[in-house]
């Protein structure tokens, strides 16, 4: 059974282009992320959604638009892709953001490649 | 800004060795810490987690916190080549009324048989 899974795994596609990658969680779970991790590896939290509700936004070009039709769903649309928009972009999801230790489960990553 | 530093590495043990891994945190409000595991090409995988101050044992890893120093560490006691991986320390920190993960780049581990 698949955790988090995400769809596209690869995604190639042309500067300019729109594109959205799609998360889906079966945890039960409360709270679910969105991450870029670029060429260097440096893992960073884009959004965060909590029962539906946005809860973190950090500085993300307004290109980038989250979506989350229910809690165990959790979508991100790129518009009018840059190149430096290229890199490994991982859904995540925990059971209730506001614990201490609470703990987040990754999906595999979609791989964004923009040419 | 809040940061989570890790030496990149590479750091090379031979197999059966003690792996030891650091992390220190710039806020002192931090709550909680991870580590989590990355293999080339896939997803970070959680290993562990501390809160208090001290050591915490799951298996062959052991995390070690301390608060005053800004200080995290995971030991993998009879490292195997199977340990070869990144591995990734994240801090929460408070983001508003909401928490965060800020993570580290990361140190890369290599078990040599």
């Known amino acids: 059974d698949t955790a988090v899974s995400q769809t596209p795994k690869y995604l190639v596609t042309q500067m300019g282009n729109d594109k959205s990658i799609k998360c889906e969680q079966n945890?039960?779970?409360?709270?679910m992320y969105w991450y870029k991790q670029d060429s260097k590896k440096f893992l960073k939290i884009m959004f965060s959604?909590?029962?539906?509700?946005?809860?973190i936004n950090e500085t993300v070009p307004n290109r980038f638009s989250p979506k989350s039709p229910d809690k165990a769903h959790l979508n991100l649309h790129i518009n009018s892709l840059e190149l430096g928009d290229s890199a490994v972009y991982f859904c995540?999801?925990?059971?209730?953001?506001?614990?201490?230790?609470?703990?987040?489960?990754f999906g595999p990553g979609t791989r964004l490649t923009v040419l | 800004q809040k940061e989570v530093e890790q030496n990149s590495g590479p750091l090379s043990v031979p197999e059966g060795a003690i792996a030891s891994l650091n992390c220190t945190y710039s806020?002192?409000?931090?709550?909680?810490f991870f580590w989590y595991r990355q293999y080339s090409g896939k997803s970070p995988e959680l290993i562990m987690f501390i809160y208090s101050n001290g050591d915490k044992e799951d298996g062959r890893f052991t995390a070690q916190l301390n608060k005053a120093s800004q200080y995290v560490s995971l030991l993998i006691r009879d490292s195997q080549p199977s340990d070869s991986a990144t591995y990734l320390c994240?801090?929460?920190?408070?983001?508003?009324?909401?928490?965060?993960?800020?993570w580290g780049l990361g140190t890369s581990l290599a078990v040599n048989p």
């Open positions: 994240a801090v929460r920190v408070y983001a508003g009324n909401n928490r965060k993960l800020i």
């Open positions: 945890l039960g779970h409360d709270t």
């Open positions: 806020d002192r409000g931090s709550q909680s």
């Open positions: 995540a999801s925990s059971l209730r953001h506001g614990s201490s230790t609470d703990t987040q489960y």
């Open positions: 959604y909590n029962n539906k509700e946005l809860i």
